[in-house]
């Protein structure tokens, strides 16, 4: 349980109605059952109901969900209505791809800075910003508010770049090096593994087989 | 309802679960009760073990799951015991990134073919692949035994390369790109959303603010 009294369990659900709802909104769809956003979900039917009554949302019976009041509920829960400053650490072929990903600004999330260890890298131009020497995080995290950063270091280097981000006091990391890395208790942690969608694909790969 | 009889909702759970589960396996667990491993999942414990029970594993009273066994059976009924031949289709710095990815190779999911529409990227290398015509999707697909496709590319081509993919007999996709693809109903697509753990972060993070 969250000190806002949404369950954790909630929380992490959140997005994907999202990602669910971002898309009937853009197919132009005004309205959704309880029943087919589970489905589109992956969650079922009496859970979604729960879930979204957490944030004061119970749809009309016969009708269902408002998705753009549905969006913009959640938006606003997810605290997306607000801008989030990001920071990357790590400028190879992820963070890259990273600095350049669409989907962060959609959400609020803007990546302000970039930041790498290798003196080589220190100094590109990548859009409207310049990759950093990492030594320079906590300086730049305080003049440019990051809260959040995102860790797209090599793995062996992974838990020392955190331990920098935890002393310039950002309490946020979203972690894709495929490393685990402790933090102390104030900090949160997700980790991202991008073959996470690809396993649910296998399972339904290997029946297709047999 | 899956033809295995495993509920779609608990398979697109078995990921998270065995991603705690490698964790903890690597920090040198052997055990785990069901309300720490639902803890971990930001899961209810009772929905672990329903989850766990249709893979018919029930772990013991007062000891709970054996790790190293949950982590065999899991990735057995996801299919991750056997090997994926995966193409990426999409040489930008996401789908370079994607190439070296460390994490799929670790889940059987070997990466044997890129593609690009470009033609100033095919031909490079890139570890031991070279970088090959998407017109040459459908002939090497069949070569190769390729089953899922890693679309990497813009938005603006996603649905044409889906489409060519389509072509190919491939039953699989994993989407990377901003844009919602049409495929037939014999192939199933999962979208990537890299900003849905961002998603989870901002709501802490709007608490800790407030």
């Known amino acids: 349980m969250t000190s806002s009294g949404i369950p ?99 959400r609020g999330f803007h990546v302000v800075a970039v930041f790498d260890a290798d003196k080589t890298k220190v100094g590109q131009k990548v859009g409207k910003l310049v990759v950093q020497d990492v030594n320079a995080l906590k300086k730049v995290a305080g003049t440019q508010a990051i809260s959040i950063v995102i860790l797209a270091t090599p793995a062996a280097v992974a838990q020392q770049v955190a331990d920098k981000v935890v002393a310039a006091g950002i309490k946020s990391i979203l972690n894709f090096a495929p490393a685990i890395i402790n933090v102390p208790d104030d900090v949160s942690v997700r980790k991202v593994d991008l073959s996470m969608e690809l396993q649910i694909l296998s399972f339904y790969q290997q029946r297709t087989r047999s």
């Open 8 to 106: 954790g369990a909630t929380v992490n659900r959140l997005p994907i109605y999202l990602r669910v709802l971002v898309d009937l909104a853009d197919q132009g769809r005004s309205t959704i059952a309880s029943e087919a956003l589970a489905e589109l979900s992956g969650v079922n039917a009496s859970k979604v109901r729960k879930d979204l009554s957490h944030l004061g949302t119970y749809g009309t019976r016969g009708v269902g969900y408002e998705v753009p009041f549905l969006v913009a509920e959640i938006s606003r829960e997810l605290g997306l209505t607000e801008d989030w400053p990001v920071a990357i650490v790590g400028f190879g072929n992820l963070g890259h791809a990273l600095v350049n990903y669409k989907g962060f600004e959609d």
